[in-house]
């Protein structure tokens, strides 16, 4: 167990910020600052706070992101720093009667200062709060890192799990989203209810409300029996959206209804059923992006994206292929073959420089296919059929590097260009007689077809 009593402050005064910076010097190690609420909402986005001081004239009912700051801010502290003007405004008086634990006067003395924030830890500490695992295990997979990034997730999913908040979690396709999303599940207080996964890319457009809300029998004509839909079946637990990305706009306009309200009407019915329900979603896609191509509503995204959790490319976490490579052995533990014996450091040091453009996923279908084929009892480099890396010795020329990423820049080149040599050339940035020249070079067909089985 761990406490982390991260802090927040978020005035606008450089002055004023650096002062109280300063005064809270022994806790310099776990404060964050910044001068605008922008900011602000994406740090709590992201990080777990125990307590966050704000200056109270940065706070407006009638603004979104300070409605989306306090969402993010469920299971934190709040004290209200307030210029000694603003002390009778009735206004400002009920903005932190509404939100805030308690409030600072400024200019405020460093003793006053500290023993706010002593008091608000002590009392969470008490309260239990700020005490995380720095590993935890959901269905069999022991999440634990040697990656600071990771380390983080860590904390946040337990954080996130404590308040009934929507999440979105980002990461690459196969970095461990849905695991990520289990976990918050399994550590909140609707663990012992239902956690229910809709893959939003997979279900047909016309199907989608019928699935979502399910429909009375006679809703339609092959609607035989009442249909309980996905929403309502994750009743008293979490409904994971994965890819929610993939969601068609006109069932972004229903779920976003649906987050207004938590009421649903089965399809055939104008009966509004309330659902207990939390939204956990997940993309590998530039959400942003998609907003601004017009493919997803800002509104959703915004109801969607109260907190927001990154799972991080394997890539970018190697030091943790030991760990994942053990957890993901031993889940598997039922197709070992009898003679198996491990991985070789050959193998595992070749784990440890590929890219995993398929992140764990790629890794867990690997070590299982090298598992069960493996000829010697330990799984060999040659076992894992890494594209490229396989052929190559461990320890490697700078000429090799260059020749390796020029064969296989040209056959990218060539795969996006449908094989079209002028048009991969152009790319390139080569005439057509010298893409020819390096074709043959590093032994490429121009069928790709060919090339790739190879
Ligand atoms: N920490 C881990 N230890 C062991 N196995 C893991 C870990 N994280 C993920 N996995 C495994 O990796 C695979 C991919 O994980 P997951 O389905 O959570 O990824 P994802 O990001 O949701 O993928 P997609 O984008 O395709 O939906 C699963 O088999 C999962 O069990």
Not at 340 to 346: K, L, T
Request: proline share 4%; charged share 25%.
């Amino acid at each position: 167990m761990d406490v982390i009593p991260n802090l927040l402050l978020v005035y606008r005064s450089d002055s004023v910020r650096m002062e109280i910076s300063e005064n809270l010097s022994s806790y310099q190690k776990y404060l964050m600052t910044t001068d605008d609420m922008k900011s602000a909402l994406n740090l709590t986005q992201q990080h777990p706070f125990s307590i966050a001081l704000f200056e109270l004239k940065l706070f407006d009912n009638s603004n979104t992101i300070f409605h989306r700051i306090l969402e993010s801010l469920q299971d934190t502290h709040l004290v209200a720093i307030v210029d000694e003007k603003e002390n009778g405004d009735p206004i400002k008086k009920k903005l932190i009667h509404d939100h805030f634990f308690t409030f600072l006067s400024i200019p405020t003395s460093p003793r006053d200062l500290t023993s706010v924030i002593e008091t608000l830890l002590w009392m969470r500490r008490f309260n239990g709060k700020d005490h995380y695992d720095q590993s935890i295990i959901v269905n069999g997979r022991k999440l634990e890192s040697e990656n600071p990034r990771v380390n983080t997730l860590i904390i946040a999913i337990q954080k996130t799990a404590r308040v009934d908040a929507p999440v979105l979690i980002h990461g690459e396709t196969g970095a461990g989203k849905e695991l990520v999303a289990r976990a918050i599940h399994h550590y909140s207080r609707r663990s012992n209810g239902p956690f229910i996964t809709v893959n939003c890319g997979a279900i047909p457009r016309e199907l989608m409300q019928s699935a979502f809300f399910g429909y009375e029998r006679g809703a339609f004509t092959d609607a035989h029996q009442r249909h309980i839909g996905h929403i309502e079946s994750a009743s008293g637990g979490t409904l994971f959206l994965d890819e929610i990305g993939d969601l068609p706009f006109d069932m972004q306009v229903c779920l976003l209804r649906f987050l207004e309200n938590h009421r649903i009407q089965r399809l055939g019915s104008h009966e509004d059923i309330d659902v207990d329900v939390r939204i956990v979603s997940a993309t590998h896609v530039d959400m942003e992006e998609a907003i601004s191509n017009g493919e997803f509503r800002e509104d959703l995204y915004y109801r969607i994206n109260v907190l927001s959790l990154c799972v991080p490319p394997l890539r970018d976490r190697l030091e943790d292929i030991e760990n994942l490579v053990d957890s993901i052995l031993m889940a598997h533990s039922d197709d070992r073959p009898v003679n198996f014996q491990g991985v070789s450091e050959a193998a595992m040091n070749l784990m440890k420089q590929y890219h995993w453009p398929g992140n764990i996923r790629e890794l867990s279908n690997r070590l299982r296919r090298a598992m069960i084929m493996c000829r010697t009892g330990w799984i060999e480099p040659d076992d894992l059929a890494l594209p490229l890396l396989s052929e190559a010795p461990l320890t490697i020329h700078i000429d090799k590097v260059r020749e390796q990423a020029e064969k296989r820049t040209i056959r990218s080149a060539l795969v996006r260009c449908n094989n079209n040599i002028s048009s991969a050339a152009k790319e390139l940035g080569v005439s057509r007689v010298t893409l020819y020249r390096l074709m043959e070079k590093h032994g490429i067909d121009r069928d790709i077809s060919h090339w790739h089985r190879r």
